[in-house]
């Protein structure tokens, strides 16, 4: 979901292991070169065995280098020089012997002089055969470098290619970049717990029909990673949506409103943010039926009782986290919207008009707080949810600072 046209354009060394996954970093390549990233390719011995330097140099439009002993272009400096003014090194595929000879500090070629040379954050891509991820060494030494303050990526699990499946297969290039992406950005949320409802709520009538709202949940999982990127520990409650759990974010599926209420209710003591992104049904029907209601020529009625308002019911706790509504309008949007603030006790409402965001990957979205209103441009939701994100960070450190 996350756009890296929406990242700011960086400078990435890529170091390549060798392991069979090394075809993929082409991709890798291309995916940042085309988002306007500058990549400089480092790759080991073993990487070449695998795939060709010539693939990285055209991809990169950079020499790409392997050795450190026929480097006549920095004084033969590339092992301190290259690390130097960039804004990430990033080892992918990253083999166990790599892994191995991070932990211990042992530097006896390009890249794995460079990665103790460095001079900038290195986050590694483990790609490896089940066995060998498993393997109490190879553990022990992901454990150390996480405490050495390196950020491992993956491994994801499935098939692999020695035909076995498990855990130790590397994050595809596109998951590798948007980590990459996520990691750079900063933090203003860091050490803050996010907890936020997202989707539709289904209500049902019987097993087989119910009333919901048009809702993908798109832009409530895109606060969601916004809120993970900038450094926040994040909950999601989910109506039922089509899209993946973000990652690193925990989802708690629900489908009514009732359950979304108590959802929010068992979590929301000691969070410090709430963000009501959810498109609750307004009713439920008080006496679903257990079987499947006949089709008859009769016209019907259901009754239906009002849904609790759970956003509302958070604002109204005795020491309630940060609040912050959406209100999706199909006319007068601004002044519903802050009626609904208001009505609702929130610092922060964010509209929008329904019919230009329902099912949309973009959004154009006005932000309202007790300093007035803040129209944004129209943009992905990514890049919505990442400007909503640095808004409510800045409100709420602010209100934490004037208390
Ligand atoms: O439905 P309404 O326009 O009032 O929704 C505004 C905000 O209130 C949204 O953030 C929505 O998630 C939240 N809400 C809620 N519970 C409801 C209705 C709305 O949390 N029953």
Redesign the pocket.
């Known amino acids: 979901m996350q756009t890296l046209a929406d990242s700011p354009t960086r400078h990435l060394v890529l170091g390549i292991t060798g392991g069979i996954a090394a075809y993929k970093c082409a991709e890798l390549v291309r995916l940042w070169v085309r988002a306007g990233h500058t990549v400089d390719v480092v790759m080991t011995e073993a990487a070449l065995a695998f795939v060709g330097a010539a693939t990285f140099q055209a991809l990169s439009g950079r020499p790409v280098r392997s050795s450190l002993w026929n480097s006549a272009e920095r004084n033969g400096m590339d092992h301190i020089a290259l690390s130097r003014n960039v804004d990430a090194l990033i080892v992918a595929p990253a083999s166990a012997d790599f892994i191995g000879k991070l932990t211990y500090g042992l530097a006896d070629d390009l890249l794995s002089t460079l990665c103790l040379a460095r001079d900038c954050p290195l986050l590694v891509a483990p790609a490896m055969n089940r066995q060998m991820w498993q393997n109490p060494a190879t553990q022990r030494n992901v454990a150390q470098l996480r405490a050495d303050g390196v950020t491992i990526l993956g491994p994801d699990s499935g098939e692999q290619a020695c035909g076995e499946t498990g855990e130790g297969r590397m994050l595809e290039p596109h998951e590798i970049a948007e980590r990459v992406a996520a990691y750079l950005q900063p933090k203003p949320l860091a050490g803050l717990r996010v907890l936020l409802?997202a989707g539709p709520t289904l209500e049902p009538i019987d097993p087989v029909r119910a009333i919901t709202n048009r809702s993908s949940g798109q832009m409530g999982y895109a606060v969601a990673a916004a809120a993970r990127d900038a450094g926040a520990e994040v909950t999601l409650i989910s109506g039922p949506t089509a899209l993946d759990a973000p990652w690193d974010v925990e989802r708690v599926n629900v489908e009514t409103?009732a359950q979304m209420q108590a959802a929010v209710e068992t979590r929301v003591t000691g969070c410090d943010i709430f963000i009501?992104?959810?498109?609750?049904a307004?009713y439920r029907v008080v006496a679903p039926s257990g079987s499947k209601i006949k089709k008859s020529e009769a016209s019907m009625s259901l009754e239906l009782a009002a849904?609790?308002?759970?956003?509302?019911s958070v604002a109204a706790r005795p020491n309630p986290p940060f609040c912050v509504?959406?209100?999706?309008e199909s006319e007068h949007l601004l002044e519903h919207a802050e009626l609904?603030r208001r009505r609702?006790t929130l610092p922060l409402m964010v509209a929008n008009l329904a019919q230009d965001s329902i099912g949309r990957s973009d959004s154009q979205i006005t932000l309202l707080d007790d300093h007035g209103v803040h129209p944004l441009p129209l943009a992905s939701k990514t890049q919505s949810a990442r400007w909503l994100v640095d808004h409510i960070a800045s409100l709420y450190h602010a209100r934490g600072s004037s208390r």
Do not use: Q, Y
């Open positions: 409802t409103a009501g992104v959810a498109a609750v307004d849904n609790p308002d759970i956003l509302a509504g959406f209100a999706a609904k609702k």
